[in-house]
């Protein structure tokens, strides 16, 4: 999957707050891939990172898995092609949620 161009629709727009944890505000756009289910059952969730204001939907490349040890599901971390994180700058835009979970960054 890392490499893969994937769709994102975005049910948690950049800005917005995690619907049952109010604490929880989105520093990135995040939302799900389409027909692609995930151990738990769902469509796979993804985290957008490179895009500063909120999105509806996106096109981009996998460029990393965040491996969550204590859950069921892993993270996936989209971005525009052609860019690129370090798995430090990745962390850093996603501790809002991972900071919760036992995670590690594959890419």
């Known amino acids: 999957m890392i490499g893969s161009t994937v769709r994102v629709i975005v049910d948690r727009p950049l800005g917005t707050f995690h619907p049952k944890h109010k604490d929880i505000c989105y520093s990135v756009n995040y939302g799900y891939i389409p027909d692609v289910l995930a151990p738990d059952g769902e469509e796979q969730d993804a985290y957008i990172l490179g895009v ?56």
């Open 52 to 107: 500063d204001k909120p999105v509806k939907e996106f096109v981009g490349r996998v460029i990393a898995i965040i491996h969550r040890f204590d859950d069921v599901e892993d993270k996936w971390v989209v971005a525009p092609e052609g860019a690129s994180f370090a798995k430090d700058e990745i962390m850093r835009q996603v501790a809002f949620q991972e900071q919760y979970f036992r995670t590690e960054i594959r890419m």
